[in-house]
């Protein structure tokens, strides 16, 4: 069965740090691009970060760029990401994405929690 798990969702300060890690099982992960998305209430969803099947090549929405950062472990078939000096415009529910290359087929994690408040 594909699996997409991700952790690391809490509850920090403004200016804090958090790393967010998604575990991906039950498909060829090396053959996936990597996205985060996250969805605030009564917000839609929005794209955070993507990263390549090789981790070659990482994009972030304007509002995370030089904060956040995407990375990949193709041997231990894990996503990351590291987000710092948040703020509370960053509090949403974060959702680890895999699309697969040259096809259709795309897995969806549930979600971790994220809330930045004093």
């Known amino acids: 069965q594909v699996q997409l798990v991700e952790s690391g969702g809490g509850l920090v300060q403004p200016g804090g740090s958090l790393r967010l890690s998604c575990a991906a099982s039950?498909?060829?992960?090396?053959?996936?691009?990597m996205k985060w998305y996250r969805q605030a209430p009564g917000k839609e969803r929005e794209l955070v970060a993507g990263v390549t099947n090789d981790g070659g090549k990482k994009n972030y929405a304007g509002s995370v760029k030089g904060r956040f950062t995407i990375s990949r472990d193709n041997r231990r078939r894990m996503v990351y990401m590291q987000m710092n000096t948040l703020q509370p415009e960053d509090t949403a529910i974060y959702y680890c994405?895999?699309?697969?290359?040259?096809?259709?087929?795309?897995?969806w994690g549930k979600g971790t929690q994220v809330t930045v408040s004093s």
């Open positions: 994405m895999a699309e697969g290359i040259g096809s259709n087929s795309e897995f």
């Open positions: 039950g498909f060829t992960f090396h053959y996936y691009v």
